[in-house]
């Protein structure tokens, strides 16, 4: 691998950060950051796969020192209204009470990312009006959204009429865990039902796990309804003879019942009053 700026130092850290946890393991972690930093940490990070299991962690890391800490201390005192930063990993959302301020801070975030061998995606990256939709400034304009964390964050009434912020399956995020569940099928359309039933169920239970949040109910009820269309489709193409009517299909189920969509945790939401 060629060398690259700092790479020198950087092995010497990694030198010494190795031989520390071997010849006091018990103090290693204490120690650590007296041998990392900045550097240290963009090397690591570049050399390290991005769909690895250490990449998040070092992202994490890295990413306190790059963005977090500069947010508080840099941007914070020059805005003039109030701010917050939510990051995870490598994916953040930055609301600000101010348009002004979000503009600034738009334009100077790509340098600051820069200056560390980070870029933002511009695709994700975007300025979104997001504010109730009882105080847009202009009658036609459309309520903002946002994707985070593989959910579409958007205004909608509470059962009370009031406006809430809700939550629901990012669209791509949908359509990817659909593929993913009928590839599965396909390929497996020839093993027991009963062996493809345990594993569509826990597929299912993992789906809810993630995405099983108050407000999402729809979303869940429309992914399941789909992942049954597809388990029907794939066990009627076992051969040629294997066609299931919808009937038959539907008696199965109660034999091998997919389980229906559970909601795992709630948010507590800023609620506005109409």
């Not at 690259?4 to 103090?27: D, F, N, W």
């Not at 650590?32 to 900045?38: E, N, Q, R, V």
């Not at 109910?217 to 429309?222: D, F, I, V």
Request: glycine residues 6%; charged residues 30%.
């Amino acid at each position: 691998m060629a060398e690259t700026l700092g790479s020198t130092r950087v092995s010497t850290k990694q030198q010494q950060i190795a031989e520390l946890a071997r010849s006091v393991p018990e103090k290693a972690l204490n120690a650590l950051a007296h041998h990392m930093d900045l550097d240290w940490m963009m090397e690591a990070y570049r050399r390290t796969r991005k769909d690895g299991v250490v990449s998040p962690l070092l992202a994490n890391i890295y990413l306190h020192e790059v963005l977090d800490v500069w947010f508080d201390q840099e941007v914070m005192p020059r805005l003039q209204g109030q701010a917050f930063l939510v990051r995870y990993a490598d994916d953040f959302v930055m609301g600000f009470s101010n348009e002004r301020d979000a503009r600034r801070v738009l334009s100077v975030l790509p340098k600051r990312l820069d200056k560390y061998g980070l870029t933002v995606h511009p695709d994700k990256t975007r300025l979104v009006n997001f504010r109730p939709p009882r105080v847009q400034s202009n009658p036609g304009e459309e309520f903002g959204s946002f994707g985070f964390l593989g959910f579409t964050h958007h205004w909608a009434r509470s059962r009370k009429g009031c406006w809430v912020v809700k939550q629901k399956t990012a669209k791509d995020r949908f359509t990817k865990a659909l593929g993913r569940i009928k590839e599965w099928c396909r390929k497996n359309r020839h093993q027991a039902v009963r062996e493809q039933w345990k594993t569509l169920r826990q597929k299912l239970e993992g789906h809810y796990g993630y995405y099983g949040i108050a407000g999402n109910a729809a979303s869940l009820g429309r992914f399941r309804t789909e992942v049954v269309r597809l388990w029907h489709k794939w066990l009627s193409r076992r051969s040629q003879k294997a066609w299931l009517d919808w009937s038959t299909f539907q008696r199965l189920l109660k034999r091998y019942p997919l389980p229906p969509p559970r909601l795992i945790r709630r948010f507590r939401r800023s609620v506005v009053k109409p």
